[in-house]
T-cell receptor
Framework: SAVISQKPSRDICQRGTSLTIQCQVD?????MFWYRQQPGQSLTLIAT?????????ESGFVIDKFPISRPNLTFSTLTVSNMSPEDSSIYLC?????????????FGEGSRLTVL | DAKTTQPNSMESNEEEPVHLPCNHS???????IHWYRQLPSQGPEYVIH???SNVNNRMASLAIAEDRKSSTLILHRATLRDAAVYYC?????????????FGKGTLLTVNP
């Protein structure tokens, strides 16, 4: 199994600023992902965080807006840049433990961002 | 990713079994069927997954149709803590492309 901790758990941000969310896993994991969950909606995959290389972004998400780092097998960060009220969401870090093709996906509790 | 179809919501009574259906008529032969649930104000949690055979674990059972075009998540005795959004997701078998695409899921309400 894997326990995922995210910081901050919530924050209120001003328009135009940037915020970095940290994700720490208690064990080495094969893959890490970042999701966004807008109010009342399901989860949308932002990107796959690749260790030591650039993240792989899903359609509609770009590196300039959501830069991601993954310096090692247990840690990743997501930055939400130049925020607007439309970025108000819960951002969730997730990771695969065990074999990449059958392992379950673990999630953090999420970081709830409110942009004023 | 192949698409799944679930009812928007379902209701159950406490201590009764719950059968949550999922249709996935375009499933490919190597797609795994995953179920996750999201309790209020929490991140999703893994429930169960399977490929062809029915699966049981401490949380639930997964019944997979013989043609694999549908599946049913079974909660044998619903409790109030099972009230959540349940997501049925198909995931390909390519290990380098492990990612899950969430649909809208089924909101399960459990009545006391």
């Amino acid at each position: 199994s894997a326990v995922i901790s995210q910081k901050p758990s919530r924050d209120i941000c001003q328009r135009g600023t940037s915020l970095t969310i940290q994700c720490q896993v208690d064990s080495q994991v094969t893959m890490m992902f970042w999701y966004r969950q807008q109010p009342g909606q399901s989860l949308t995959l932002i990107a796959t965080a690749n260790q030591g290389s650039e993240a792989t972004y899903e359609s509609g998400f770009v590196i300039d807006k959501f830069p991601i780092s993954r310096p090692n097998l247990t840690f990743s960060t997501l930055t939400v840049s130049n925020m607007s009220p439309e970025d108000s969401s819960i951002y969730l870090c997730s990771a695969v433990a065990g074999a990449a093709n059958t392992g379950e996906l673990f999630f953090g509790e999420g970081s709830r961002l409110t942009v004023l | 990713d192949a698409k799944t179809t679930q009812p928007n919501s379902m209701e159950s009574n406490e201590e009764e079994p719950v059968h949550l259906p999922c249709n996935h008529s375009t499933i490919s032969g190597t797609d795994y069927i995953h179920w996750y649930r999201q309790l209020p104000s929490q991140g999703p949690e893994y429930v169960i997954h399977g490929l062809t055979s029915n699966v049981n674990n401490r949380m639930a059972s997964l019944a997979i149709a013989e043609d694999r075009k549908s599946s049913t998540l079974i909660l044998h005795r619903a409790t109030l803590r099972d009230a959540a959004v349940y997501y049925c997701i198909l995931r390909g078998s390519g290990g380098s492309n492990y990612k899950l695409t969430f649909g809208k899921g089924t909101l399960l309400t459990v009545n006391p």
